[in-house]
Structures are given as C-alpha cells and as structure tokens.
C-alpha cells in the first residue's frame, strides 16, 4: 500500500545546512562546537537550523556539561526513505494501471 511522504519533512530536509548537519551526523554524534567546525555556520545560525532538527524529530540531543551533543534518528530517516521506495515501487506499477481516456 502507497503511503503519504511527509512533506514537512522534506522541507525541513531540503535546507542545504540542515541536510548537510543531518548527513554529519549519519557518521558521528557531535556537539555544536564540532558542527560549527564542519559547516563553518555561525553557532547562532546553526543553533536555529538544530532547534527545526530537534521539533521535526529528526534529531536527539544528550546534554554532556556544558555542551549539547545532536545525535541523528535513523528511525525517522528510514521512514521517510521506506516512503520513497513504495512510491517508487507504486511507480513501477503505473504502466500497467494505465487509466482509458474517456
């Protein structure tokens, strides 16, 4: 069955900084120090773009001291990409529900 692809999600995906933050974090959790390292965005910019990570869900955070560290939810990430493929796959079928003109 084609589910619905979550496009709030995607909009919060489709920001070049927040993508490149989600992709970072697929490889390590890092704090806001080291993602301000990587990305070279000041630390208030990237402050915000993890604030729309954090309330999309797409992100955990562990507080360690004085620092936050982010932590990618690889269980959001691959249902969004379990959507795409049953679109995909819904796709593939579509030559085959070719709907007769009137």
Known sequence: MLTSVDTDLIRVLADPLRLH???LLARETLCTTHLVEETGARQTNLSNH???LREAGVVDTE???RYTYYRLRPD???QLAGRFADL???A???AANK???P
Do not use: K, M, W
């Open 76 to 78: 959001v990430i691959a």
């Open 21 to 23: 933050i989600v992709t």
């Open 63 to 65: 507080p360690c001291g």
């Open 92 to 94: 593939r079928n579509a």
């Open 99 to 101: 709907r007769a003109c």
């Open 50 to 52: 993890l604030r729309v």
């Open 88 to 90: 995909a796959e819904s």
